[in-house]
């Protein structure tokens, strides 16, 4: 049904390999490619290098039966899928380099008939700008821009919209946009996803389906900070947050998200500025939910200053590091940013829990800080901070934090 025995997956993170193992899964040759030789040996030992259920045993599988390959070189093949990292500069503008090198490195393999489609998060015209490029590359081919259906390479954007810790349940169960430059480009790029894609798949055109992505995690940002900034009226009103949401969300169409310490992660944290950077006119709101979610970590450090100042020596308890429940993802995370706020402010003694991670980030060592398990943080702390809703935090006997200032910032306890 696919026409594809053979695609090349550009990028081997925590969309790019999923996605690879699954399109083996299901039957076709996978070659990964990866600039990182590390990625690239534990994928060949059979080993995703991540943490994500379920994830170790298919890339296991995929891999012995040698339809799974990782290497550092490009290879040619049918269809090349781009995952690679779309991240935002210091000034808040989209970096799209990585997007570039994808293209710069496939446009010498390319032959006439293949797909080239962008998975990446990217900036409305990402899509158009790699089918220019490979075409500057490559003059004796045919792209979309030039022309249209009758090109001999198609160029469609497919963005993920998985769930970290869900991934290969929503990889397969979600549904799709898929962007074509052209009809042809998004019915070739339909045809391979459709191998794997158990979801709806709906058609539309690159810059659409580009800002659709966008649009899809400002709109969780947007109601995430109305979340949060609801706890910062409530903090100043002296009413448990948790409780007015939940009564709020007694109507039939209120719906209020949690308030947190912040919002991390790869994309939701980054993905909003690029709609600002296209459009900083209009952006309005959507650029004040993102200040709004930046600053609730510093928030949190001054609650936690506040009610350490109350103690004589605050030994405090931070539970919790990843950017969200249940995994071991540090990227953008306000917990990391909190716990370096405070060890930098020396707040007082500090002591890390976090169940995920072996080692601690290198910014979070170099100001002396180590991990602990959760019973010596427990016999020792005088201040607990839940940073992380951890399914293991949860379950913890409560009597444990008898006599300790407690700082639930995630409304969990
Ligand atoms: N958070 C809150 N309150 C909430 C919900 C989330 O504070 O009520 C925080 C989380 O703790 C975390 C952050 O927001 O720090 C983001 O977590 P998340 O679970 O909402 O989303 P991500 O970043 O793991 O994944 C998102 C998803 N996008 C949407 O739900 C619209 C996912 O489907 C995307 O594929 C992914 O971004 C991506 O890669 O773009």
Redesign the pocket.
């Known amino acids: 049904m696919a026409n594809f025995d053979r695609i090349a997956v550009v990028g081997l993170g925590y969309?790019g390999l999923p996605t690879a193992a699954v399109f083996a899964d299901n039957g076709l040759t996978v070659v990964g490619i990866d600039t990182d030789a590390h990625v690239v040996e534990t994928i060949n030992a059979g080993r995703p290098h991540f943490g994500e259920p379920n994830l170790d045993a298919l890339v296991r599988r995929v891999v012995e039966a040698g339809r799974l390959r990782a290497t550092r070189t490009m290879e040619a093949a049918e269809a090349f899928i781009i995952a690679v990292p779309t991240p935002i500069r210091e000034d808040h503008k989209p970096d799209i380099s990585y997007v570039e090198s994808a293209a710069r490195s496939i446009a010498p393999v390319l032959t006439p008939g293949n797909l080239v489609i962008l998975e990446s998060?990217s900036p409305v015209g990402t899509t158009e700008r790699i089918s220019a490029l490979m075409a500057e590359l490559r003059p004796d081919l045919t792209f979309p821009h030039q022309q249209g259906d009758l090109a001999m390479v198609q160029v469609a954007h497919c963005p993920?919209?998985?769930?970290?810790g869900k991934i290969l349940e929503?990889v397969v169960n979600n549904a799709r946009v898929i962007g074509g430059m052209t009809r042809k480009c998004a019915q070739r790029a339909l045809n391979l996803y459709k191998v794997i894609v158990r979801g709806d798949c709906r058609v539309t055109n690159a810059r659409t389906a580009e800002l659709a992505?966008l649009t899809?995690?400002a709109?969780?940002d947007v109601n995430?900070a109305f979340?949060n900034e609801l706890s910062l009226i409530c903090d100043k009103l002296k009413i448990n947050v948790w409780d007015l949401i939940a009564m709020a969300n007694l109507h039939p169409r209120v719906n209020i998200?949690?308030?947190?310490p912040?919002?991390?992660?790869?994309?939701?944290a980054v993905?909003p500025w690029f709609i600002v950077a296209a459009d900083p006119v209009n952006a309005k709101l959507i650029k004040t939910a993102r200040e709004i979610n930046a600053g609730k970590p510093h928030f949190v450090v001054d609650k936690i200053r506040e009610r350490a100042a109350t103690l004589k020596q605050p030994v405090i308890a931070c539970l919790g590091l990843s950017?969200?429940k249940d995994v071991d993802d540090l990227r953008e995370s306000?917990a990391v940013e909190i716990v370096h706020s405070l060890a930098t402010a020396k707040v007082g003694e500090i002591m890390v829990v976090e169940p995920h991670i072996s080692e601690l980030p290198k910014e979070l060592e170099a100001l002396g800080l180590k991990l602990y398990d959760f019973d010596h943080a427990m016999e020792r702390a005088n201040l607990v901070v839940l940073l992380v809703d951890h399914m293991s935090f949860l379950d913890v006997d409560r009597s444990v934090l008898k006599d300790k200032i407690v700082v639930d910032t995630r409304g969990a306890w």
């Not at 998200?257 to 947190?260: D, H, K, M």
């Not at 919002?263 to 939701?268: A, E, L, R, T, Y």
Request: hydrophobic letters at 30%; glycine letters at 14%.
């Open positions: 969309i998060t993920e919209r998985v769930l970290p929503e992505k899809e995690n709109y969780r995430i979340a998200l949690s308030p947190g912040g919002v991390g992660g790869h994309c939701i993905d950017f969200k306000p």
